[in-house]
């Protein structure tokens, strides 16, 4: 069975430009998260979707983040404009059932640059 | 908010020494949750703890949650230099998984 999937895994910006990150996650799961870990940090939740309902977006950024699962399968998180702190690693993980006492299952991530 | 603090940082030890990392959280939580994460990888997961004192084992790993459901440890006994990575503790509360900010382990051969 295929794990969460994740394009790009690398990427480099200069600050002010836009940038989008794509998520698969393991088929069948429910519910979908979007990380962002900071080097030498624990992942912070984004956005945490149940099919395609965004339940819990309170740690967006929404000024300049946004994210979308339109058919409750796949995700794209953007950021635009990107700034310097907004370089770290992108995290998506997914996990089967709803709520967030599931497994959780991670991605490989996108490390992202903002130069 | 809830926060989730681990304890230490950093922890280098010789391989055949035993390793305990300590997980503490400001609100009683549901369950926690434990990850491990090798340089330049994704979290894994490792196991959960949902009931006050539970005690769960994994080979060499032992993992414990606090009678009050605010604190959890992880202790590798006789580390091998397989066991290289951070470890994250999450706990769970509120509908919140909070992650804390983990404990690098290092392991000299």
């Known amino acids: 069975e295929a794990g969460v999937v994740q394009s790009p895994r690398y990427k480099i910006i200069e600050k002010k430009q836009p940038v989008a990150f794509w998520c698969n996650p393991i088929?069948?799961?429910?519910?979908l998260y979007w990380y962002r870990q900071n080097l030498g940090q624990g992942p912070e939740l984004l956005i945490r979707?149940?099919?395609?309902?965004?339940?819990?977006d309170s740690q967006l950024p929404k000024d300049r983040f946004s994210a979308e699962r339109l058919k409750g399968v796949d995700s794209t998180l953007k950021i635009q404009p990107a700034e310097l702190g907004d370089s770290a690693v992108y995290l998506c993980a997914s996990s089967l059932g709803l709520g967030t006492q599931e497994t959780q299952y991670f991605g490989p991530g996108t490390r992202l640059l903002v130069l | 908010g809830q926060q989730v603090m681990q304890i230490p940082q950093y922890q280098h030890v010789q391989e055949g020494e035993d390793f305990t990392t300590y997980c503490n959280s400001s609100t009683t939580l549901s369950n926690i949750q434990w990850y491990k994460q090798r340089p330049g990888g994704h979290p894994v997961f490792l196991i959960q703890?949902?009931?006050?004192?539970e005690v769960k084992k994994q080979k060499r790993l032992t993992f414990q949650f606090g009678e009050a459901k605010k604190n959890s440890s992880l202790h590798i006994t006789a580390t091998q230099t397989t066991d290289v990575g951070t470890y994250f503790c999450?706990?769970?509360?509120?509908?919140?998984?909070?992650f804390g900010q983990g404990t690098t382990l290092q392991v000299k051969p």
């Open positions: 088929s069948g799961h429910n519910t």
């Open positions: 703890l949902v009931k006050s004192g």
């Open positions: 999450a706990g769970q509360g509120g509908g919140k998984l909070i």
């Open positions: 979707y149940e099919n395609e309902e965004a339940v819990d």
